[in-house]
């Protein structure tokens, strides 16, 4: 195969991926879809990234735009990252919550949930937080990605014993069991109030039934334009209950003039 990408061939490969997912890529940009795409043009035997993109758009069972987004997006996280966000949840908004929801059904989602370790931090605080009332409350939360490899091992809840560092001792011994000599498995306790979906934040009709208290989306709208992440914003606004909450990353923020979401702290946002 060649071993470049034309302009042309970026193009439609940039078209293609803010069309569908969202993700702005600039000039710059274009060597790395060179590098995270020559593999599956050699396995497939393309010549070119004109007939990779061809195979894209025709295929209907839907593998190719599987591979290809697990490819194209970058999925880093790691536990009690900007932990800031997770003493606020714990001290303000779980608070909030318990005195306020009066069926007792939290309606909380990880929306970009990547390999689970955020999830799973959210779900831990909750249930330290409701534990002496656990039977009365509905603690499940929905956490969504648009990648399945990261589903898939964030529904395994398999992490290294490095990984885990930043977690307190005392949640590390209730809340995970030993996997094997190097690494730790997440206890039912924990993954049986989490649901894991593929989700595309681009889908203009949020299908859920309920308004959510708090959504957590961090991290994720730095690969949009501002175009696509106040329409994602809206989206968000839209599907969230009157007082909810709105978590987004320290290097994000929300358009004031575009928004009616109100500032709360670095990276918080309230519908009041």
Known sequence: ?????????????????????????????????????????????????????????????GQAAIVFIDKMTTNHTFFMREVEHFYYFRDNVLPYLKENVRDRDLRIWC??????????TLQMFMTDYFKNCSSQWNTELLATDISTTVLKKAMRGIYTNNQ????????????????????????????????YRKFNLMETNFPFKKKFQVI????????????????????????????????????????????????????VYRKI
């Open 1 to 61: 195969m060649k071993s470049s990408i034309s302009d042309k061939e970026f193009e439609l490969i940039k078209t293609y991926i803010k069309d569908n997912y969202g993700i702005h890529l600039g000039e710059e940009k274009k060597s790395l879809i060179y590098s995270r795409l020559r593999g599956v043009l050699v396995e497939k035997g393309f010549e070119n990234f004109t007939q990779y993109y061809d195979y894209l758009i025709s295929d209907r069972s």
């Open 111 to 120: 929306a970009g949930c990547s390999s689970g370790e955020e999830s799973y």
């Open 164 to 195: 885990i560092k930043p977690i307190d001792e005392a949640w590390k011994k209730n809340y995970f069991k030993k996997y094997d000599n190097n690494s730790v498995i997440v206890r039912d306790e924990i993954k049986k109030n989490i649901t």
């Open 216 to 267: 957590f989306c961090r991290n994720v709208m730095i690969y949009f334009d501002n175009n696509t992440r106040n329409e994602l914003v809206k989206r968000f606004y839209d599907a969230s209950e009157k007082g909810a909450y709105l978590f987004i990353g320290h290097s994000e923020s929300l358009n004031n003039t575009a928004t009616k979401y109100e500032y709360v702290m670095p990276a």
